[in-house]
């Protein structure tokens, strides 16, 4: 198998084998009496739809010397519809994803649930054991990933040991047994900027440009698409749910020395919009929550609502764009070139792009460090925006040798 994990704090994105998977980044830990009834099917036709969304209905334990917690695991959009408490990456830790079972956890389950959706459409016994070896490319945020030690712990998580899940969906369990081949651990951030400097992805070098045409018209005529993402000195600005990454790239390559982590994102911003919301007497019971009422398109009925709680959630994201602001001000001093073009990408970039003034207040910081002279910074389109990392490692894991 190939397998380009993006463990995200908010979201796992991935790609296993060619099948692009998307999850939660949360499991929940099963009580005896929230353990389920095995699955049955009426028809073949109800169980091959089933089992074609097999990894989203992940109900596991995972056996591995790589980790110490223990249980039954429902993982990602099960536990999330089955109402059970969540358990997530904790954004406030300073361990990181390295040191967290929890990156385990979502990776193993995936792995695995991707495997015994091929061996069923393969049609292969599901009685007996699968066993799969992966090589596989992920990412950590800029704090951890420019560690050599902590890059080099991670890696030996899987490396060093193999891994046994089992699935109880069934009245007989599924086990699958994963050996890892070779695990290339990479930056967030970097990853993303790379995918972009490949031009592989024709819409995407097309969307770019026409977010630069259309912010810098006075420049349009002047600079190509190939100009853009073939630029060698570059900042990338990775908004996630909890880690902002600034990665600084200099004549074509990562500086360390100027790349740095945030170690808050889009959700910890949302964390205190819902502190002044429930002042105020609004009732949402989690971030998870308030995303998906902002996300949602309000009736007549509930637009005075809409705007009051978007009104509130926007004037807590400024401190947050400020603080970003002040990150890559330090990146830029430490860095000493002349920047280029800032991209800016990731899942909290989407709906930062109108409900903030980050772009506004990058452009007035860049030009401070080039003599008065505009910086493009160029949002990735959101239809690319949080599966960018993703795209770069399965570049990654695909060309490796």
Sequence with gaps: MKTANDLGYGSVKAIVDGKAVKFPSVFAIEREQDIPSPIEFENKAQKDAYMADFINRMDVTISSSAIKTQGRFMIGDNAVKRNLALTHFDLNDFAGKAESDYSLIFTLSMIAGRAVEEAYEKDKDLSEPIKVTTRMAAALPVKEGSNIETKNMYRERYIGST???????????????????????????????????????????????????????????????????????????????????????????????????????????????????????????????????????????????????????????????????????????????????????????????????????????????????????????????????????????????
């Excluded at 009245?171 to 993303?192: H, L, N, R, Y």
């Excluded at 970003?324 to 709906?351: C, D, M, T, W």
């Excluded at 792009?353 to 910074?377: E, T």
């Design 163 to 401: 891994h046994q899940v089992t699935f109880h969906n069934f009245k007989d369990p599924i086990t699958v047994s994963i050996k890892f081949d070779k695990v290339f651990v990479a930056t967030e951030g970097e990853t993303a900027q790379f995918y972009i400097s490949t031009g592989e992805n024709k819409d995407l070098t097309e969307l770019i440009k026409e977010d630069f045409d259309h912010n810098y018209p006075e420049m349009a005529s002047a600079v190509s698409a190939k100009d853009l993402i073939s630029a060698k000195n570059v900042v990338s600005i990775d908004i996630g749910a909890g880690t902002v990454d600034i990665v600084v790239i200099v004549n074509g390559k990562a500086l360390v020395v100027a790349s740095f982590s945030l170690s808050e994102g889009y959700d910890n911003a949302l964390e205190e919009a819902l502190e002044v919301l429930r002042d105020k007497k609004y009732n949402f019971n989690s971030v998870a929550e308030l995303k998906e009422f902002l996300a949602s398109k309000p009736s007549p009925l509930n637009r005075a609502r809409y705007d009051a709680v978007q009104k509130i959630v926007f004037a807590q994201i400024e401190p947050f764009c400020d603080r970003i602001v002040a990150e890559v001000s330090r990146s830029l001093r430490k860095a000493g070139a002349n920047i280029e073009v800032v991209f800016v990408h990731g899942g909290g970039s989407i709906p930062m792009k109108d409900q903030s003034q980050l772009r506004a207040k990058l452009n007035a910081k860049l030009k401070d460090f080039n003599g008065g002279q505009v910086v493009p910074v160029i949002w990735i389109a959101a239809k690319y925006a949080q599966g960018l990392n993703c795209d770069g490692l399965n570049y990654i894991v695909e060309h490796a040798k």
